[in-house]
């Protein structure tokens, strides 16, 4: 078994979604799109409340500008 820091998990989990949003917008790429869900959310889950969402962040800055 790996044993990842807190560091490196909030890295993969960001790859992650990045990686997902790619493919969600080609249809070609909705299988993989799907494929990732469970396992950004194992990511999501080992965070715990350490997660931190960095599109909520985003779009809170994105409306005050």
């Known amino acids: 078994m790996i ?3 807190l560091k490196e998990i909030m890295y993969i989990t960001q790859s992650l979604q990045y990686r ?5 917008g080609i249809p ?3 299988k993989y799109f799907k494929e990732l869900q469970p396992i950004i ?4 889950k080992m965070q715990g ?4 969402d960095a599109d909520k962040l ?3 800055v994105d ?3």
Do not use: T, V
Request: no cysteine; glycine share 0%.
């Open 41 to 44: 959310k194992k990511f999501i």
């Open 58 to 60: 985003n779009k809170k």
């Open 49 to 52: 409340k350490h997660y931190f």
């Open 3 to 5: 044993k990842l820091k």
């Open 20 to 24: 997902a949003k790619y493919y969600e």
């Open 63 to 65: 409306l005050f500008k």
């Open 28 to 30: 070609r790429y909705k």
